[in-house]
């Protein structure tokens, strides 16, 4: 049977919500810093105003887009289930959902399975050197920080934004109800963006261009993109947030240190 959309939350709890992801997005962009500033040294060495600055901006700017993109995905994707339920029963004195239960154990073993199998894959493709060396510790702590960012910022673009329009878009040609491929054909879509949107910082580390390597980044991140978008389906917002960020810690921490020794 179809599923109809449910009662709406009221605006202010959309905007409360928001606010508070986009807080959370700011705090996780400035956490990111470190890293972006070790990846592409160059880049921020040819900036035309003072470093400070141009931080500082991306910062604010960060935490104002993560809230506006928040609070439209929160628009679009409430009516179809598509939530932060207990993320919104902490901030409102809405009762969450009973039919929601918590699997937060499962976000972390899909998320850490998702990572392994992206660097088996990767394996396949090429030889996984050590080229972290004598700096793998740096690298480790650097990566721990820039997991965050992935687990927020990166789930309010591509889970709770991209997911939700597509859903909506899907559901809008059906007199707007919903049927489960449409779910399913969202999360795969936003799973290929999410991917394509790591070739920008692939491409200033002075990668390649070859359609095999944009490929492969492609579809190895979408594959990670798969897990997440599939837990907010089914359990909200906050499990793709556990698994991305679990995902991140065993690329970005585990693996430098790994292939280090």
């Given amino acids: 049977m179809p599923a109809t959309p449910p009662a709406l939350p009221t605006h202010g709890s959309n905007l409360k919500l928001a606010l508070l992801l986009g807080v959370a997005g700011m705090l996780a962009t400035l956490a990111l810093l470190p890293y972006l500033l070790a990846l592409m040294p160059q880049k921020f060495a040819a900036l035309p105003l003072p470093l400070p600055v141009v931080l500082a901006a991306q910062v604010v700017q960060a935490g104002v887009l993560c809230w506006l993109l928040a609070w439209l995905g929160l628009y679009l994707g409430t009516p179809y289930g598509l939530d932060a339920p207990w993320l919104r029963a902490w901030i409102s004195p809405r009762p969450r959902d009973p039919s929601r239960r918590a699997r937060w154990w499962l976000a972390i073993v899909l998320g850490v399975l998702a990572a392994l199998l992206v660097i088996g894959l990767s394996l396949l493709g090429q030889k996984e050197a050590g080229e972290h060396g004598t700096h793998a510790v740096s690298w480790a702590w650097r990566g721990f920080l820039a997991s965050f960012y992935g ?22 040609c ?28 692939a491409f200033a580390t002075g990668m390649a261009h070859t359609p095999l390597l944009i490929a492969r980044i492609v579809l190895l991140n979408a594959l990670v993109g798969l897990v997440t978008g599939s837990l907010f389906w089914k359990y909200g917002l906050e499990h793709a947030m556990l698994a991305h960020f679990c995902a991140d810690l065993v690329l970005h921490v585990g693996l430098p240190l790994a292939t280090s020794l």
């Avoid at 927020?152 to 859903?167: G, N, T, Y």
């Fill in 151 to 172: 687990g927020i910022v990166e789930e309010v673009e591509c889970r709770l934004l991209l997911v939700a329009a597509l859903v909506w878009l899907l559901a809008r």
């Fill in 174 to 201: 059906n007199r707007r109800v919903t049927r489960p491929w449409m779910f399913v054909v969202a999360i795969a879509l936003a799973a290929l963006l999410f991917g394509a949107g790591h070739l920008p910082a």
